[in-house]
């Protein structure tokens, strides 16, 4: 399996590139048009997921390792191929993204070409929990979280409070809580 690539680049489209190897080998790499338009040299390194079908393989490269991570996590989807992925990829930041799912904003993953309504709710669904790896945690995190899981325990629907605690300005668990139970009524 491929995770990484360095090479030159030989050609560019919006959604694409061959990057020559020194050995001479020069590989045909599907990217997201947010990586196409960040690469700026002639020489990079990729980080890769490779996919064997049963009529190609497919390598797809992301410069940023959160976008690697959001599209390895995409395409274990039901229904969402890598093409959908990628089309994820070019529409939103990865931290975007990880925003557009806290607050299960169905409008905006709707907005990605190919995802209708149905798709949204289930990518929303089964993404439920996405958080990029390499994010780090902050006693905000961790105050959003223990006031997730207070204001669960009085009954209110998870989506509810991801959202309403989303655009909360409390730092505290506490604060966090009375500015929900304001806004969730």
């Known amino acids: 399996m491929i995770i990484a690539i360095e090479g030159e680049v030989v050609y560019k489209e919006p959604t694409s590139l061959h990057l ?4 001479g080998l020069t590989y045909l790499i599907h990217i997201s ?4 338009s960040a690469i700026s040299q002639n020489r990079l390194i990729l980080h890769t ?5 049963e009529d190609s393989q497919n390598l797809y490269g992301f410069l940023d390792q959160k976008e690697k991570q959001m599209f390895d996590r995409v395409i274990k989807i039901n229904g969402i191929g890598p093409s959908t992925a990628l089309a994820i990829c070019s529409t939103f930041t990865p931290d975007d993204f990880a925003n557009a799912v806290l607050t299960q904003d169905v409008t905006a993953i709707k907005a990605v070409p190919g995802i209708g309504p149905k798709s949204a709710k289930r990518i ?9 790896e390499n994010e780090q945690n902050s006693p905000l995190d961790g105050a959003k979280t223990e006031a997730l899981m207070a204001l669960e325990s009085l009954g209110f629907k998870k989506e ?8 909360s300005k409390a730092q505290t668990t506490q604060e966090l809580i009375k500015e929900a139970l304001k806004n969730l009524r």
């Open 49 to 53: 997921t490779q996919i064997f079908k």
């Open 33 to 36: 048009l947010n990586c196409s």
């Open 160 to 167: 509810k409070i991801q959202k309403v605690l989303a655009t």
């Open 20 to 23: 020559k190897l020194p050995n």
């Open 124 to 132: 929303l669904v089964e993404l439920g929990d996405f958080r990029l």
